[in-house]
């Protein structure tokens, strides 16, 4: 199956093109941090997690938001979504992918990393964390591949692979919920050091990964003429709409408990972020423009006149996407270290070594997803000729 993505339109190699050379100019930003070392970036000993880690954590939602295809289709015979249950589990694989490269890249020496698989310490969260993701991803990568082979033969499903497929719904909301525990298990640290913080990075998850399929989805229906039932796009907006408003909610309760209670330590990184602390206030316009988002793309959202609007649709899920991405991968990481143990402020800003490997990064996760879904797309096409 793999000659299928070999061939296509002369905008398909421009685009692979394209992403070939954002990862040449990622790799050559990687290379001057491999020989500088890690003091290229805005990294410090008071902010020792950003816009790498930061992205990890935002990518790991996207890789979990798979299983809001799943579940519906496999445990509720949701049958609309089988035609795009594939877009998700592919997209999950490209997400990993990223979400491992974000590791190596934050690490500085890439053989740092073998010393999780050397020295192994089952009572740290990121040893557990290490094993869901790389367990998700194989999962991912499995089924999905045995769909495919068994759409290009007329057969049906193999039932080992459909063990795998409920297999794969634990470990879906378990990588999501084993990446907030890295956070909510550090006392130190009031931002993070609260119940809900799986349930928020859940609910984020849920909202930001199907609102990204869903416009590649609309995508896909016209630049390649794959088509996707209204019934499926109008459930996953449903399903994007309900994950937003409990995201919103749980940010809302975090914003109540800290400051009700007005203990210092949990209302500070909220000053911080939304008004401005001892003159530091780098992230308060991106975290308004955050909420602005949010709100905005909740007003086209709910009514279901504006969801079931073609052209709004897509509006609001890139409106919620921004304002997801401004939340998890700029805000939530960096505020946990300011301000610091010693209650001072000190501010973090990306690189452009920094920007430049991330977007490396991205443009790999961005081929391999687009590799996979030109395959799971000629398969499909194929498969429903015959």
Known sequence: ??????????????????????????????????????????????????????????????????????????????????????LGEFMAVGAIVMCGLFVVVDLGQPMRMLNIILYPTPNSVLFWDMLVLNGYLILNLVIGWSILQADTK???????????????????????????????????????????????????????????????????????????????????????????????????????????????????????????????GALVPWMWASSILAVFCLVILVPPRFRKNDKLLPVALVALVAATWIDKGLGLVVAGFIPNPLEHVVEYVPTLPELGISLGVYAIGALVVTVLYKIAIEVKKTAAEH
């Open 1 to 86: 199956m793999l000659d299928k993505a070999l061939s296509g339109s002369r905008t398909y190699y421009m685009w692979l093109a394209g992403l070939l050379g954002v990862i040449g100019v990622g790799f050559g930003c990687y290379l001057y941090q491999f020989t500088q070392g890690l003091g290229v970036t805005g990294l410090s000993r008071d902010v020792s997690w950003g816009f790498y880690i930061a992205q990890l954590t935002y990518l790991v939602g996207v890789a979990a938001s798979g299983v809001m295809l799943v579940m519906p289709y496999y445990l509720h015979d949701h049958k609309v979504f089988g035609k795009i249950t594939i």
């Open 154 to 280: 007329g057969d049906t499903v193999a039932k080992w692979v459909k063990v795998l497929i409920y297999v794969s719904i634990p470990f879906a909301i378990s990588i999501h919920t084993v990446t907030a525990f890295l956070y909510a298990g550090l006392p130190g640290r009031h931002f993070w050091l609260t119940a809900i913080m799986a349930a928020r990075f859940l609910s984020s998850a849920f909202c930001a990964g199907p609102a990204i399929l869903l416009l590649i989805i609309l995508f896909l229906r016209k630049a390649a003429e794959f088509e996707v039932k209204d019934e499926a796009v109008r459930s996953l907006s449903v399903i994007i709409t309900y994950a937003m408003l409990a995201n919103v909610f749980f940010l809302g309760l975090e914003f109540f408990t800290a400051f009700y209670s007005q203990i210092p330590g949990h209302m500070h990184a909220f000053v911080y972020l939304y008004k401005g602390l001892e003159g530091h």
